[in-house]
């Protein structure tokens, strides 16, 4: 079982599990291995989920931007809306070599949709952070207030032609409760009745369909949930049912200040593959939620309570539906991947890290608190998952990536427009667009392509001029340096070279690079005369090196595993043998599973952690002596070397 929760940073987990707030993980721990694990470059979510899917580097993958670039298409083309599909990554998956050995797997919100095999089970996909690919609507708050955030303003009135509802004290009020569909089109009305049940104090909600209480989802106080109701919504022209439920946040004794939630509207079926497999884990376990709640708390519209009672649900959901699978399929292997401590930490590390620019001795402990929260919601999720796996069973918790504090955002279209090599236009729309007869070179992410005449659909770069304008941009990236004199690039590579850091094959940047600690990129397009090193704050993990560690702070992903035949107890040697790498998963689970790994697999099985593997044999007990007239060791002076 890989419980993939993203952005779970190293030195967080070690701080939440000695406090007691991750005591599943912590158990793991204990009677299993802990490790650092290093991302694959870049550290990008679905550039190192593939990796964890395969055991194969980006450049092997295809998938080393957040999404890809393909020799012959327009250069700003990276296909970024299918980053995480099967459509784009060249190696094959290790559920695909399961299935080679005849074993299923159960793959929930994870990538590597549309399926590719039969012997796959997909609840869900993991199609982009944010991005819900089968939602009906999204979450919404609903307010009589200013509303904070996007949340949806209500008028309450008069109540008029309500039947079958309890006596009120004071004037019943009624409002209507929209549904707004992801087509942003109204797809459902429903109706919301306040009433004072007692001392003519508004004190309970009813939420209907209808306006006859017998129909209600629920008659509700503050801090109580309606009932799941269904609902029908045409989406893309089809007709689709959806599941509703609300929750009355906070209602004031005199009406005035309401606040209202309601769960994402998520269909009953059609989001697993084979389809059947929705509607059937929805009758039996209840209605799915695949966002719970973590936009609307940011938002500001929910509490913690609101946002723990959605997040519990939301892992009750998924640990029912993971061993009802897994026992009826019989499935050998099951991937998982859960956004909540990558949306949590880009929010809260930045203000408690007092390296980062926004740190703040007074709310400091406010965002440890948050942070702990979302620790603690992951951990949860964990020991829902975990009810599936039995003493035969290996479980595994792994990152993607962590989470380091932004200080200085580098703006290279800057820099590029000032050397003439980037120009930007407005298009026959009057949006901007590249102006690609005066572009010589564009940087995206992490890679620069050169507009080669011959290669680019729109080169103007001829092809004698290529190596000396790769020297130019590796030159000027190099030199490129804050007010205090400090490099902004770590590295920049010809892409010749490009395999020392894992990346290979015609289709990267024709120079390859990466941000120093604490840089981050300014955007494609900037404004004019910015300067190109500057100040920022907050947290991104993608341009920076894995390796980035403060002392609150990393970018380190983390590794956690115990099951049969693993050491307990164990916390890898860093000093010695260093963290591992992500792609040492995929070939580590194959081991355990008895199976070939993937095809395309470039990871090694993590032998010091299996029982029986002594990696203290290989120390040496100290200098070896040498016999009086025998060679000696020199020292380096004396060998020419300063």
């Not at 880009?346 to 620019?357: A, K, L, Q, Y």
Request: aromatic share 8%.
């Amino acid at each position: 079982m890989v419980i993939g929760l993203d952005a779970l940073s190293p030195k967080l987990v070690a701080r939440f599990a000695e406090e007691g707030a991750m005591p599943n993980i912590k158990g793991l721990m204990e009677r299993g291995c802990f490790s650092k694990a290093l991302s694959c470059l870049p550290a990008f979510t679905p550039t190192n989920w593939t990796v964890i899917a395969t055991g194969a580097r980006p450049g092997t993958t295809g998938i080393f931007l957040w999404g890809t670039h393909r020799r012959g298409e327009p250069l700003d083309e990276i296909h970024r809306d299918e980053a995480m599909s099967s459509n784009l990554c060249r190696a094959e998956y290790l559920w695909e070599a399961a299935a080679r050995a005849g074993k299923r797997t159960l793959l929930f919100n994870f990538v590597g949709w549309p399926p590719t095999t039969d012997k796959a089970i997909h609840v869900d996909w993991f199609h982009s952070p944010g991005t819900k690919c089968f939602q009906i609507a999204g979450n919404m708050g609903y307010t009589t207030v200013e509303p904070p955030g996007i949340a949806t303003p209500i008028r309450l009135g008069a109540a008029t032609g309500w039947v079958n509802v309890p006596r009120s004290t004071a004037e019943p009020l009624e409002a209507v409760i929209p549904i707004q569909t992801v087509e942003r089109r109204e797809g459902a009305r429903y109706h919301l009745l306040l009433l004072a049940t007692k001392g003519g104090k508004y004190d309970k909600c009813i939420i209907s369909r209808e306006k006859d209480g017998r129909k209600a989802l629920g008659v509700i106080s503050a801090g109580e949930w309606t009932d799941w109701g269904r609902e029908g919504f045409t989406v893309g022209g089809e007709e689709k049912v959806g599941t509703v439920r609300f929750k009355l946040v906070e209602l004031s004794p005199d009406g005035k200040r309401l606040r209202l939630y309601r769960s994402q509207v998520y269909p009953v079926g059609g989001f697993t593959h084979p389809p059947e497999v929705g509607k059937k884990l929805v009758d039996e376990i209840g209605p799915y939620v695949q966002e719970a709640a973590t936009q609307a708390f940011r938002a500001g519209w929910i509490d913690e309570e609101t946002l723990s009672e959605e997040l519990g649900y939301q892992a009750r959901w998924i640990g029912g539906a993971t061993k009802k699978i897994m026992d009826e399929y019989d499935c050998s292997l099951f991937y998982l991947q859960w956004h909540l401590p990558d949306s949590v930490t880009h929010e809260t590390v930045g203000r408690i890290d007092p390296e980062g620019p926004n740190y703040d001795p007074g709310q400091a402990e406010r965002y440890l608190r948050l942070t702990r929260l979302g620790y603690r919601l992951a951990d949860n999720l964990v020991g829902e998952v975990m009810r599936a796996a039995d003493e035969d069973t290996a479980v595994i918790v792994v990152s993607d990536h962590g989470m380091p504090v932004s200080k200085k955002v580098v703006s290279l279209t800057e820099l590029f427009t000032r050397k003439g090599w980037f120009r930007m236009k407005r298009d026959e729309q009057g949006r901007p667009a590249v102006d690609w007869s005066k572009t010589k070179a564009i940087n995206i992410l992490l890679h620069i392509w050169i507009n080669l005449k011959g290669r680019d659909p729109e080169g103007i770069v001829e092809p004698e001029d290529y190596e000396a304008l790769r020297e130019e941009i590796i030159d000027a990236l190099l030199s490129l340096k804050d007010e205090k004199g400090e490099r902004a690039i770590l590295l920049a590579l010809k892409r010749e070279d490009a395999p020392l850091i894992g990346l290979w094959g015609e289709d990267i940047g024709d120079v390859v690079f990466l941000f120093n600690r604490g840089c981050i990129w300014g955007g494609m397009r900037s404004g004019a005369g910015e300067e190109i090193v500057r100040p920022t704050g907050g947290a991104r993990h993608g341009p920076q090196p894995p390796t980035t560690e403060t002392e609150y702070s990393s970018n380190y992903a983390t590794f956690v595993m115990a099951g049969p035949g693993v050491k307990k107890g164990y916390a890898r040697p860093l000093d010695r043998l260093g963290p591992i790498s992500l792609t040492d998963v995929v070939p580590t689970i194959a081991y355990l599973l008895d199976i070939p790994p993937p095809a395309h697999s470039q990871g090694t099985v993590l032998y010091d952690m299996l029982e029986g593997w002594d990696t203290e044999i290989a120390r040496k007990p100290g200098p070896i002596p040498i016999p009086s007239g025998g060679p000696r060791r020199a020292r380096a002076l004396e060998l020419g070397i300063e």
